[in-house]
């Protein structure tokens, strides 16, 4: 079994399989087995696999930006990636205390080229919202210029203390079921506001059911957090998380996290919860 790092994060992992027709490669990673593209792994002193695919399959292009925590810097750090054939023109920007829009870069990258932009904690409180535009610029005349692709991103104080870099951009949006891992099992689909939220993995997500109980609680946990999330954006006073009874780990965590962003929780005890819900004011 061959050991390869990550191209990103220079994480070790064990390469199981190689599929160089699809351009893909199954490791074990964290103990769970994940795919990822031949481009993103390295083996050791040698080319990136994707020098390994054969003409006419082609490795995916995409461009990758993700958040880098350097928290005795007080600063978070975004790293840019750009993968695609074509050059792009990249425009990233922060909102002010005040309610505008300060550049961050404006920056013409070719394929494989990369930069990084550090934004002060002190200097922008949180959460950060943070807009991303590019323009495609193409290789020849074209009857209509490239559409200006535009994506904004909120990053909350939780992503930094994590410890770990977060993809911000492109978010996964589709997996398939049988290649769930503690990763990807988690899909960054929106969650929506409203009144209430239920946890319990047949009601959130009744295709997971048979997946690992770390990863269907790591589901729960980012379902919870990003529907709250949704809530306070909406303007709700309040919202109520069907957290269960069970061994209150997802109680202890709603509380926690609560208390990280100044909101109240109280638990609810009468009928029809009986102490298996609670539910989160917002206004501090």
């Not at 481009?39 to 880098?68: F, M, N």
């Not at 928290?71 to 750090?77: C, M, N, P, S």
């Not at 922060?94 to 394929?111: A, D, F, S, V």
């Not at 949006?173 to 689909?189: A, G, K, Q, V, Y």
Request: with cysteine; net charge negative; aromatic share 8%.
């Amino acid at each position: 079994m061959r050991r390869a790092r990550l191209l990103h994060s220079a994480e070790e992992v064990e390469v199981l399989q190689v599929d160089q027709s699809a351009g893909v490669a199954i490791i074990r990673r964290h103990g769970f087995e994940q795919r990822v593209s031949l481009e993103d792994i390295v083996y050791e002193s040698e080319k990136p696999l994707s020098a390994e695919i054969p003409r006419g399959h082609p490795p995916p292009q995409t461009s990758i930006l993700e958040l880098y925590p350097r928290l005795a810097e007080k600063v978070g750090e975004l790293r840019l990636y750009h993968g695609q054939s074509n050059a792009v023109f990249y425009m990233i920007y922060i909102q002010t205390p005040q309610k505008t829009w300060m550049p961050l870069l404006n920056r013409l990258l070719g394929e494989g080229e990369s930069l990084s932009v550090s934004i002060s904690m002190e200097t922008y409180p949180f959460p950060w919202r943070i807009l991303l535009r590019q323009v495609e610029v193409p290789h020849e005349a074209v009857s209509a210029p490239p559409p200006l692709q535009s994506s904004e991103i909120t990053i909350r104080l939780s992503m930094l203390t994590r410890g770990e870099p977060q993809r911000l951009f492109p978010k996964e949006e589709n997996c398939d079921p049988e290649e769930l891992t503690s990763d990807t099992i988690s899909s960054l689909r929106p969650v929506k506001p409203g009144p209430q939220i239920d946890l319990h993995i047949e009601a959130l997500a009744p295709h997971l059911q048979g997946a690992p109980a770390e990863a269907i609680y790591d589901h729960q946990i980012s379902c919870m957090q990003r529907y709250l999330y949704a809530c306070e954006a909406a303007g709700q006073s309040s919202a109520i998380v069907i957290h269960g009874v069970g061994k209150k780990r997802l109680h202890a965590a709603l509380v926690n996290f609560c208390k990280e962003q100044g909101w109240r929780v109280e638990t609810l005890l009468l009928p029809p919860y009986l102490g298996g819900a609670s539910r989160v004011y917002f206004s501090k």
